[in-house]
């Protein structure tokens, strides 16, 4: 989109039309969509509010997810099939289904082409032909109804409260405040030194006086370049210390947030939704310290130009009022096409990275070419919008340099006729003009920083994603457990799950209802059903991973709310499918990165998940080094110390999801072997023959919404508890 069209959306951001909200997740198209509408209507929502109503998974939204979506915001929706011709009869704006996996935002119906608000893209003009191929033929209008209010609702980060909240950032701003002002004195001072230079020394010949004025103006000098320096140094160090806090509080916060957070994003998203944090400090350490300045000098300098020559010093305000004005009616679009440059940047990012973890399926598949042309475009659009805010920052550049070229002309030929009458003196058009350069420079640096500012809100609403989603209740931020309600001391625990209900969005079908399950102490259960019966999800939720929408997991019969759930988990060991190892040594890992780790144990525990041999065999025995997520070991071995990991942690509850999925027959009998000897309570996911027989029992996990006679069909083998 070009500048034009970036003026348009902020045209339109100001007039109620429809504005362009960008879908930041891939699954977000549909709520963007809404966004838009809801936008047009008047209640100008983000989607990071959106999120917090309504839960989509990763799987995206169907156009009755719209619909139900729609109704809750007081949106009356009716959804029609129809062909190109039947676009000019629409009720505008509307959704139009796209490229059978999209949603775009219908604005304008032209005699041979369409404008969308694409989610993905940003706002265009279709060619009709173009409409034809990718118009999938339903449409859905949406109006606001009874109930419907035109309101704001945003979820972001106020800048400043981060600021207020942040230790010993008062102090320093005051530090840089009161040298910034001791810097200022000079740049009032020097055109008075000027002045009394081309007035009474050389007019005067005062030799004496020149000697004192150049002493006074070294002295100026070394004064300036001392406070420019240590004032320099203070600001260096507060922006390390603010991205320090900041940083390592979201960071904290992040590791606090549930599971199905990062299950609903992408990984590129995630990064960049961070990194906006060093987006904010840069401006916040200098910015308001700046504007402040800024603004108080401006006054003075006025002053100063009023006691010259007040009616040159109109001229200045009058120039200076045109540049103002200039801004603030830019400052939308400058706004919008830094969203957009933020946007396709994660965008990139996130193509990025999935592409380098996914390498081997890429040469696999020889799909080099199509990854390398579909990252190409994410890089066009980020280059592009970076393009753009460069162009406006030329545009304002080159405006400037242009306004106060001419005013400063008019401010000579004005200044000069006036020394010519007598009513200045040379020395006084000197210093006026140093003064009127000081101050276009001061307003303009001030209206720069206050746009920089106020576009900090883009980051902060990025990092509002994270700052603002509650975290999941851990031991740090539970109650303390009530009497009886603490995890006894014995190695046994039962386990169990009364009316446990799931599902991974709003929008989703439930993956469990009213689902039940006891593992008494001591007992070996297995879990077993249909691929994609919510056998993963069910052990992720006894595990504490998931929160169940209903029902209650309890250890021993506490309710695991009440335990904490960082307490419940560290009372369990548990392999999940994709389990994970992380760099370092595999010691390291087995004994999850504890400091004091206890090498017998390490040994013991490799023993039992059939690891300890092979371990030994490798160059460096347990001090080998592991790749970044285990990608230096087998499939096998991965799984085997993944296991051996569970272990280490001598935990009350085992669970395992299909922990021995990659094994040979010999090491998953050993492993079977070793498991069936443990006398914890065990929960095994897992699909071989030889592994669920080792069970004492059997639990099956139908599908939900599957009947009966569906469920013989799907196995018939097994046995059901
Ligand atoms: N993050 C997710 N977002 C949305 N849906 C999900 C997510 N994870 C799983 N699902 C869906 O939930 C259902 C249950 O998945 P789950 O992984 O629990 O099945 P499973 O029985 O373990 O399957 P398998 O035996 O193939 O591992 C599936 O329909 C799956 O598509």
């Known amino acids: 989109m070009s500048i034009a069209g970036d003026l348009l959306d902020a045209a339109i951001l100001r007039g109620g039309r429809t504005p362009v909200v960008r879908q930041t997740e891939a699954a977000e198209c549909g709520l963007a969509c809404l966004a838009m509408i809801a936008a047009h209507h008047g209640h100008r929502i983000d ?35 129809l062909d190109l011709d039947g676009l000019s009869r629409l009720r505008l704006p509307c959704i139009l289904h796209w490229d059978h996996s999209h949603f775009v935002v219908l604005t304008h119906v032209g005699r041979n082409s369409v404008t969308i608000n694409d989610p993905a893209t940003g706002r265009r003009k279709v060619p009709l032909p173009e409409v034809s191929r990718r118009f999938t033929g339903v449409a ?62 050389i007019v005067a010949d005062d030799r004496k006086l020149l000697v004192t004025v150049a002493i006074g103006l070294g002295l100026v000098l070394m ?26 509080s979201l960071f904290r916060h992040m590791l606090d947030l549930p599971l199905d957070f990062f299950e609903r994003r992408h ?30 000098m401006s006054v003075a300098l006025v002053a100063m130009m009023w006691l010259y020559e007040p009616m040159l010093a109109v001229i200045a305000i009058g120039v200076m009022g ?54 190409h475009n994410y890089l066009v659009d980020q280059i592009s919008a970076h ?14 340099t242009l306004l106060f070229g001419l005013d400063r002309i008019i401010i000579i030929v004005l200044g000069a006729q006036a020394v010519m009458a007598g009513s200045m003196t040379v020395g006084m058009l000197v210093a006026f003009l140093a003064y009127k350069d000081q101050f276009s420079q001061r307003v303009a640096t001030l209206l720069d920083t206050l746009v920089h500012i106020s576009v900090l809100s883009v980051h902060g609403e990025r990092v509002a994603d994270i700052a603002l989603t509650t975290p999941e209740e851990s031991s740090r931020t539970a109650p303390a457990p009530v009497a009886g309600q603490a995890i006894a001391a014995a190695p046994q625990a039962a386990l169990s799950a009364r009316g446990i209900s799931f599902r991974y969005g709003d929008n989703e079908r439930p993956v469990l209802s009213a689902f039940d399950i006891d593992v008494a102490a001591g007992e070996c259960v297995a879990i077993v ?16 991973l998931l929160r169940p ?49 206890d090498p017998d144990r390490i040994a013991r525990t490799a023993r039992l998940a059939a690891i300890h041999e092979e371990i030994l065999r490798m160059p460096m025995g347990y001090e080998t080094l592991v790749g970044d997520m285990g990608s230096s070991l087998s499939g096998g071995q991965m799984q085997r110390i993944v296991l051996a990991r569970a272990l280490y942690r001598n935990p009350r509850i085992l669970l395992l999801d299909e922990a021995t999925s990659h094994l040979d027959e010999e090491n998953e009998r050993s492993i079977n072997a070793a498991i069936r000897s443990l006398t914890i309570a065990r929960v095994i996911v897992a699909h071989r023959r030889s592994t669920i027989d080792m069970a004492d029992r059997i639990v099956t996990v139908w599908p939900e919404g599957l009947a009966a006679p569906q469920r013989a069909a799907t196995d018939g083998t097994m046995a059901s508890a």
């Open 387 to 400: 393009l753009r805010v460069e162009k406006l920052d030329i545009v304002f550049g080159s405006a400037s």
């Open 267 to 296: 990984v590129g998203d995630i990064a960049s939704r961070f990194g906006s944090l060093d987006a904010i400090e840069r401006t916040l350490t200098t910015g308001p310290v700046s504007a402040l300045v800024d603004g108080v």
């Open 140 to 201: 859905l209008e949406a109006w606001a109804t009874e109930g419907f209010e035109r309101k704001t609702e945003r979820a972001r980060i106020r800048v400043f409260d981060l600021l207020r909240r942040t230790r010993g950032f008062a102090r320093a701003a005051t530090q840089i405040l009161v040298m910034s002002v001791f810097l200022e004195f000079a740049v009032i001072l020097v055109p008075i030194v000027f002045q009394l230079v081309l007035d009474d020394v």
């Open 529 to 544: 059903g249909p691929s994609g019966a919510g056998k993963t999800t069910l052990l992720k939720i006894l595990a504490g």
């Open 47 to 81: 989607l990071a509010a959106l999120r917090r109503s309504y839960n989509v998974s990763l799987k995206g939204m169907t156009l009755l997810d719209v619909v139900h979506l729609a109704r809750r915001l007081h949106l009356a929706t009716r959804a029609l099939r």
């Open 223 to 248: 004064f300036r370049t001392l406070v420019g320096f240590v004032r320099s140094w203070c600001i260096a160090a507060t922006g390390a210390r603010l991205t320090l806090q900041w940083k390592s």
């Open 549 to 597: 929408s209903g029902g209650a997991v309890l250890l021993d019969g506490v309710p695991v709310q009440a335990l904490g759930l960082e307490r419940y988990r560290s009372q369990i060991g548990c392999v999940l499918q994709n389990d994970r190892l992380f760099a370092g040594t595999i010691a390291d890992n087995i004994a999850a990165f504890s400091p004091a780790y």
């Open 322 to 375: 045109t540049y103002a004005l200039m801004r603030m009616v830019a400052y939308r679009f400058y706004r919008v096409a830094n969203e957009q440059a933020i946007v396709t940047a994660a965008q990139e990012n996130t193509h990025f990275l999935e592409t380098v973890r996914g390498m081997a399926s890429v040469k696999a598949l020889t799909i080099s070419e199509r990854r390398q042309i579909s990252w």
